[in-house]
Every structure is written in structure tokens, then in C-alpha cells.
């Protein structure tokens, strides 16, 4: 069974920018693709972005060109870059492995912005 442990959540003003970090404890070259979700109080769980096995990367809308997903394979680490907060991406952002059919979450990381 993978583990995953998101880091470097926080309070950020409107407009700053935090670097999100989901550590494997599985090479990350064994999943197919693993994807960040955040969850907002009082609402449903939403994709945010993904990075595919090959590298390819792609984002929900509302991110897009404010987040950046990278990874790095030796550290086992897939970052979240998020640039440009808004008081609306207040969440716990969660990261998501995908392995053969099943797939595994961490625990998540609290993101609030303050306007």
C-alpha cells in the first residue's frame, strides 16, 4: 500500500504564492498518473491538476495559469506550485496516486487565503 504525505500548506494573503509537496513512498515512475484535489468547507472534493506517467500535465479550469504541477522522481515528490491565491483556492489539497486499478490519497494540507 503507497503512502502519501502532502506538505506546505499555510495561510497566504491574496495574491501570494505556496509550493505544495506530495511524497511517495513508492517510486513515482509506478503510477499511472497521480493528480492533486483540494476540498473546500462545505463542499465536494474537485480535481485540481494532474501529472501523467509520461510527464504530461493538465488542470481544472479555475487553475489553470496559476498552478503548476512538477515532479521530482529521485525525491519521490510531486510539487504543486500555486501562484496568484485566491481567497477562493481556501482548501485542504489532497494528492492522489493512481496504481493498476486502484488508487491511494494522503491526508492533505490546509491552504487558506486571506483577502
Known amino acids: 500500500q503507497v503512502q502519501l504525505v502532502e506538505s506546505g500548506g499555510g495561510l497566504v494573503q491574496f495574491g501570494g504564492s505556496l509550493r505544495l509537496s506530495c511524497t511517495s513512498s513508492m517510486s513515482l515512475l509506478s503510477f499511472k498518473v497521480v493528480a492533486w484535489y483540494r476540498q473546500a468547507p462545505g463542499k465536494e472534493r474537485e480535481f485540481v491538476g494532474r501529472v501523467i506517467a509520461n510527464g504530461i500535465t493538465d488542470y481544472a479550469d479555475s487553475v489553470k495559469g496559476r498552478f503548476t504541477i512538477s515532479r521530482d522522481i529521485a525525491k519521490k515528490t510531486v510539487y504543486l506550485q500555486m501562484d496568484n491565491l485566491k481567497p477562493e483556492d481556501t482548501a485542504v489539497y489532497y494528492c492522489?496516486?493512481?496504481?493498476?486499478?486502484?488508487?491511494?490519497w494522503g491526508r492533505g494540507t490546509q491552504v487558506t487565503v486571506s483577502s
Open positions: 492522489r496516486a493512481f496504481l493498476g486499478e486502484g488508487s491511494s
